[in-house]
């Protein structure tokens, strides 16, 4: 057993199949090319099943039938060429057939009761016209396809939440991805010829630096995520002074496609942002780093003090698309909660100023200080540039922004007072409106930062702490 997973000796001695094993994931095995029969003995008990890291490519007929309870199903890493007939399988909601070099999808494959389909990093040209038979869609991961287009039937997904469409060949975008939708609003599309196009008229801002990689000296790992590695270094800004150094973080990414895009967009979205005061700030970007050709190189950073803590946690396969939120994120001041979305909102602003869509604006992408009622917005993984035509971005993004704000009511403590109470009926009423299902009646991030600020009234305006009595 290795991560909880089994070896096929495990399953094939029989030692499993009285167990009543709900989930069962077996350990690479890329000589596996025949779905193994055992696996039906562990019967009705069985909701996840993940056999990623093999050599499949087909599933028998009888995969329905002896599996009818399976609600998660892992085939990442495969050889499936064609998506498998899953249409009968009546509880299947999350199927990942993640890097399968897979050219097609055919009609009437997909579960009904679908909520989660990854197919990133894959060769499909076309969606199928029954994609709009699944009513629960609800995040949909196609970034790395072939897709030039997406058929109409997909506005039958009322429930669509999240969308990546990263890295496909998109010269033009669907209109009615900007207001077919009602909760459509984490989306990316970095990396298509629109969105290349789109970045050639940006310049980036003044002042970015070359940081050269033997100039950094990197101490721990601050964090890891799909897109990169962020450490803790410091930082010798002058080759002849040695004694001066500065603490930093450096993000270095790791060489392949994620789920959200490609690492090069995303290093082109952070440093196109450029400057705000609720974003982490870019000083440059790594170079002379010769560390083999998988690396897409990487970004310097301001070090965010560890006062700043990650405003809630990533959503889970049961969440889906909502973030997670313990005791410790709880009990912000809902003044202070106020003054960080007003942050948080200002920069959206900032970055659709610029045209770029952030495509990830939640609460575990936002690092904040409760006492300083400041947060600071990071990874770009889901950046995209866009032009004119995607200009309907904003308004999607702006839904990001409502759910945010419920997030962040759930954090804050109750009982304060008459004037508390009224803000969080401004927040309520504002999310609200973030998340109006008619997408275009939706506020623009510069109203929501004005809201915002008049939520504040006076005290917004104050950059001086109040005095203590
Ligand atoms: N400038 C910084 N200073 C301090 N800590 C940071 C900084 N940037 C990132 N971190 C830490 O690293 C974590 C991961 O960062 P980030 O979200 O950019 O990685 P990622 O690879 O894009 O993750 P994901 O899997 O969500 O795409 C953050 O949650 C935070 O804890």
């Not at 927040?427 to 973030?434: A, H, I, K, Q, T």
């Amino acid at each position: 057993m290795n991560d909880d997973a089994y070896d096929l000796e495990a399953l094939q001695n029989g030692s499993l199949a009285s167990s009543n094993l709900t989930k069962f994931k077996l350990t690479p095995t890329p000589s596996l090319t025949v779905f193994p029969d055992e696996i039906f003995s562990l019967g009705p008990s069985l909701t996840h099943l993940d056999l990623s890291n093999t050599s499949l490519s087909s599933l028998p007929s009888r995969f329905s039938t002896h599996l009818p309870n399976l609600k998660i199903l892992f085939l990442s890493n495969c050889a499936f060429s064609t998506f498998p007939d899953l249409s009968s399988c009546p509880n299947l909601e999350m199927v990942a057939f993640r890097h399968n070099n897979m050219t097609s999808l055919p009609e009437n494959h997909l579960p009904p009761k679908l909520r989660w389909l990854i197919l990133t990093d894959n060769a499909i040209p076309s969606l199928p016209t029954s994609i709009g038979n699944c009513p629960n869609l609800e995040k949909c991961l196609l970034a790395g396809n072939n897709l030039s287009t997406l058929p109409s039937s997909l506005t039958s997904c009322q429930n669509l939440t999240l969308l990546r469409l990263s890295a496909n060949n998109f010269t033009t975008l669907p209109k009615f991805l900007f207001s077919a939708f009602p909760k459509l609003c984490y989306f990316s599309f970095g990396g298509n010829p629109c969105s290349v196009s789109s970045r050639a008229k940006h310049k980036l801002p003044f002042g970015l630096l070359d940081i050269p990689y033997p100039s950094l000296t990197i101490e721990s790992t601050l964090g890891q995520g799909a897109s990169g590695v962020i450490s803790l270094a410091s930082w010798q800004p002058s080759p002849d002074n040695s004694d001066y150094t500065e603490p930093v973080a450096v993000k270095m990414f790791k060489g392949h496609l994620t789920s959200d895009g490609r690492p090069e967009d995303e290093l082109e979205a952070v440093l196109l942002a450029g400057s705000h005061e609720s974003l982490i700030g870019v000083l440059g970007k790594v170079t002379e780093y010769h560390h083999g050709s998988d690396s897409k190189g990487g970004i310097v950073m301001q070090l965010i003090p560890d006062t700043y803590k990650v405003l809630g946690l990533p959503p889970d396969l049961e969440t889906c698309t909502r973030d997670r939120f313990t005791d410790e994120h709880k009990g912000w001041e809902v003044g202070k909660a106020v003054e960080m979305l007003t942050g948080i909102a200002s920069a959206a602003e900032h970055l659709h100023q610029k045209r770029i869509s952030h495509g990830d604006l939640y609460a575990h992408n936002v690092l904040a200080s409760r006492e300083d009622g400041h947060g600071v917005l990071g990874d770009f993984g889901a950046g995209s540039i866009y032009g004119e035509e995607e200009d309907g971005v904003e308004r999607l993004e702006v839904a990001a922004f409502g759910r945010l704000i419920g997030d962040v009511l759930g954090l804050v403590g109750d009982g304060e007072g008459e004037e508390g109470r009224t803000m969080k009926k401004g927040l309520e009423e504002l999310r609200e409106r973030c998340e109006g299902v008619v997408v275009e009646e939706r506020p623009d991030f510069e109203e929501v930062v004005e809201q915002l600020r008049g939520m504040l009234g006076w005290r917004g305006m104050m950059r001086i702490p109040e005095v203590p009595n």
